[in-house]
């Protein structure tokens, strides 16, 4: 396998684009905050839940946090709406203090929590009921409930034991129960938990949904899938601490700053030239297939032009779109080991610095990823290559 | 479809600190003031207190058992042996049954009343014997109940949706143990009324006319009971606030009742201070005020890590 590197004027050039990047994603949440979390923790029997948690969630946005099982998403939530009280650290949602203005802050939150939490004896319209009356909507809302109902499908079942409904309608139950208030603020604890594909997309458009009207969303997660598309804002957790947050785009400019293109040629050999042309920051070739780095995607028409006339028979040319997934392993490549704070400009720089070697490393899919750690993911290790991005290269 | 497009509002309860914003989504709210709103809401207590009562009538594999230990203990088993009793020929059975009835108290035996023996037996057998160990189930009930309401919520998930309610720790306390009095207390009021009836009818005629409830029954019905009841549910909640299952709130409440249960049975019975009206009010007041303090102390027992099943 040829292994190409940037030099070091590049280096410095992309860790200039990060510190900029890094800034810009600091302006987006200068709207103020619908929740703000600062030096958070928490512990369980001397095991560390929140381990000093930084979290700014911007208002009306869907933000995520993602993160393996036991990185304190859960217990991030429930510091938020003061279900759990913090060891030590401050927080603040809609403004209130979750502690001492609990109540007035619940009832402006809509929470879906991993298990539906729904009472089994009761019917769906029961249910509710005692959600509307807790949150003092009164009992005469009937046209409310089969609305909101109506919404998530679920209203032929509405008089029904909740006993007996479906996994999908449980969770659709759980939702139209979390929304029915009109909450400002509403958390989805892996809302998709053990639906069937199908559910899942609907759930998650739904979800899509709420945040037309401006609600501000929080999700946690460990599946990318689902975050995918959905997130305005994202929030990686590891081990109790934020280690990274910002929109999808800001750190896929900071952690992705440079188009990658997948080539495939007959004689793959004469592929290896460009590897020293200036519009290439990195190159990589495993068997068939060139993974190049450029400087800029414009260049591209150019560079085939070019191999074209050098005798070499393309048979594909992918531009290369990131997925989360994507990001989120080389982010957990280049900040987790670091344990660095969220935005730390030095940390940015030190994870963009080897980027060459990251991306080697990240291309060969020979090699054993830090991701087994996460469960129910399947790293694709950058094979995944969207719609949008092949029809842009057809084009 | 947005809620908007609904036609729903897109205020919240606080609609008034709602400030508009630039980018056309939602105002997010202003900060309150720093006040804490640690207040009790009667309305969210009746709420919960009406949640469980409903999920208790629509669970008949949990009710009518209890529905059949007070018919039971009320109806059958009393008005059995008093049928037995009134109707017997056999004298020599009364005539050892009344001798039985020579343990209590000398100012009970003064108020037997009764022309025969039969009558005298009955009557003693009526008011001393059987409603005292019928007082034994509401205790039961409001003790089943009450043993798995809190520990319930944490076995189904549901302690998570009132852990992210707006309803405060007291509030969720005071409404199940609301919830859990109401069946008990409606078991003494319909089971009395039952077995006064019943009694009344078997026994009134050899009796001198209809007798029950006594006026230290009343005393008993709307006083002691309410309290012992109550003493008991301040117990078993905090236990069920703080075991793992509910078969572990169950069996723990059994011991812990168990004294409460004898001591009212000792009240119902005249054994405890004479059994006059008198000593019942003073035994009613007792309890009472130890429930009083009970229930404070056992509010701090419900806490949301508790709900969540995270508390250390």
Redesign the interface.
């Known amino acids: 396998m040829i292994k190409m590197t940037a030099t070091g004027s590049d280096i410095r050039r992309m860790a200039k684009r990060a510190k900029s990047t890094i800034e810009q994603g600091g302006a987006e949440l200068g709207?103020?905050s619908?929740v703000s979390m600062c030096g958070v923790t928490h512990a369980?029997?001397g095991k560390q839940a929140l381990d000093g948690l930084d979290i700014e969630v911007p208002?009306?946005?869907v933000t995520v946090l993602l993160g393996p099982n036991g990185a304190g998403k859960t217990t991030a939530f429930?510091a938020i709406?003061?279900?759990?009280?913090p060891d030590e650290g401050q927080v603040e949602s809609?403004?209130?203090?979750p502690v001492?203005?609990?109540?007035?802050l619940?009832?402006?939150?809509g929470?879906v929590?991993a298990?539906?939490?729904?009472?089994?004896?009761?019917t769906g319209r029961?249910n509710l009921l005692?959600?509307a009356?807790?949150?003092?909507m009164g009992r005469r809302i009937d046209a409310?409930l089969n609305?909101v109902a109506g919404?998530f499908g679920i209203l032929d079942a509405l008089e029904s034991?909740v006993g007996g409904y479906s996994t999908g309608m449980k969770t659709r139950l759980a939702l139209a129960?979390a929304?029915l208030?009109?909450?400002?603020l509403v958390?989805f604890d892996e809302p998709t938990s053990g639906l069937d594909p199908e559910s899942a997309q609907a759930v998650l458009a739904l979800i899509r949904?709420?945040?037309?009207?401006?609600?501000t969303v929080v999700m946690c997660t460990h599946l990318l899938s689902e975050a995918e598309g959905l997130a305005d804002h994202i929030v990686m957790m590891e081990a109790g601490r934020a280690v990274i947050a910002g929109s999808p785009e800001s750190l896929t400019e900071r952690f992705w700053p440079n188009p990658v293109v997948e080539l495939e040629a007959e004689d793959p050999r004469i592929l290896d030239r460009i590897a020293s042309w200036d519009v290439v920051i990195s190159y990589e070739r495993s068997g068939m297939v060139a993974r190049i780095e450029m400087a800029d995607l414009n260049e591209l028409p150019d560079l085939v032009t070019s191999l074209v006339r050098d005798g070499a028979r393309l048979g594909r040319i992918d531009p290369q779109r990131p997925t989360l997934e994507d990001l989120y392993f080389m982010i957990r490549r280049n900040e987790i080991p670091e344990r660095s704070g969220v935005g730390s400009a030095d940390s940015a720089i030190r994870g963009l610095a080897p980027v060459g070697h990251n991306r080697s490393h990240h291309f060969d899919s020979a090699e054993t990823s830090p991701i087994a750690s996460i469960d129910s993911v399947v790293p694709s290790h950058g094979s995944t290559i969207t719609g949008d991005a092949a029809g842009s290269l057809n084009k | 479809m947005s809620f908007d497009s609904l036609g729903l509002p897109a205020s919240t309860p606080n609609s008034g600190r709602i400030a508009t914003q630039s980018h056309g989504r939602r105002g997010r709210t202003e900060r309150p003031a720093r006040s804490s709103d640690a207040g009790f809401s009667w309305s969210r207590m009746l709420v919960i207190t009406r949640n469980e009562l409903r999920q208790l009538i629509k669970s008949k594999d949990y009710w009518i058992p209890l529905v059949a230990l007070g018919s039971l203990f009320f109806v059958f088993i009393p008005g059995f042996l008093m049928l037995i009793i009134t109707k017997s020929a056999n004298t020599a059975v009364v005539q050892q049954a009344s001798q039985a009835l020579s343990v209590l108290p000398d100012a009970a035996v003064a108020k037997i009343r009764g022309t025969t023996p039969q009558g005298r037996t009955a009557y003693a057998l009526a008011v001393y014997l059987f409603a005292p160990v019928a007082c034994v189930v509401p205790l039961t009930i409001s003790t089943a109940v009450g043993a798995a309401s809190l520990v319930g919520e944490r076995e189904r998930g549901t302690g998570e949706f009132l852990a992210h309610s707006p309803a405060s720790a007291r509030e969720i306390y005071t409404g199940k143990l609301i919830a859990s009095l109401v069946p008990g207390y409606l078991t003494t009021l319909v089971g009395f009324a039952l077995y006064s009836l019943m009694v009344n009818v078997f026994v009134g005629p050899s009796a001198g006319g209809w007798f029950f409830p006594t006026i230290e029954w009343l005393v008993m019905m709307f006083w002691v009971i309410p309290g012992f009841l109550l003493l008991t549910l301040s117990l078993v909640l905090r236990l069920s606030a703080r075991v793992r299952s509910t078969a572990a709130a169950q069996q723990a409440s059994g011991l812990i009742t168990l004294p409460v249960i004898g001591i009212s049975y000792a009240q119902a019975s005249g054994t405890l201070l004479g059994g006059s009206q008198y000593s019942g009010l003073i035994v009613g007041a007792v309890v009472w005020t130890i429930a009083t303090i009970s229930i404070i102390r056992g509010v701090r027992s419900v806490t949301r890590n508790r709900l969540l099943g995270v508390a250390q």
């Open positions: 709207h103020g619908a369980f029997s208002y009306g946005r429930r709406t003061g279900a759990l009280e809609l403004g209130f203090d001492s203005q609990g109540s007035s619940r009832r402006r939150c929470v929590s298990k539906p939490a729904l009472y089994d004896r009761l029961d005692f959600a009356e807790l949150h003092g409310r609305e919404r034991m129960r929304v208030h009109h909450p400002e958390l949904d709420m945040t037309v009207d401006g609600s």
